[in-house]
Nanobody
């Protein structure tokens, strides 16, 4: 089992910034990728960004256009998502996710944190 605890959500004005954190605990040795998804009201959950624990390779959704930056602290088993130039359309519940490249192992999800961007 892996536990993910997110923090850092909240209310921000358009153009502002927020930083999300996701701390992993438990059987983290089998985890290869951690990342973020989001789900806006009435929409499907969508991929935002991810990072590999080993090597730090990063992945971003095309719609971000460089506004968000993902990073990791291996010693703390924590991933961060720095979000700049926030837009009202970024309003959503943001979920932390961890994935293993090993076949048969499940993904784990955090409880989600709400981000609301006001215009």
């Amino acid at each position: 089992q892996v536990q993910l605890v997110e923090s850092g959500g909240g209310l921000v004005q358009a153009g502002g910034s927020l930083r999300l954190s996701c701390a992993a605990s438990g059987r983290t040795f089998s985890r290869h990728v951690m990342g973020w998804f989001r789900q806006a009201p009435g929409k499907e959950r969508e991929f935002v960004s991810a990072i590999r624990w080993s090597g730090g390779i990063t992945y971003y959704a095309d719609f971000l256009k460089g506004r968000f930056t993902i990073s990791r602290d291996n010693a703390k088993n924590t991933v961060y998502l720095q979000m700049n130039s926030l837009k009202p359309e970024d309003t959503a519940v943001y979920y932390c996710n961890t994935h293993s490249d090993l076949p048969g192992l499940p993904d784990y999800w955090g409880q989600g944190t709400q981000i609301t961007v006001s215009s």
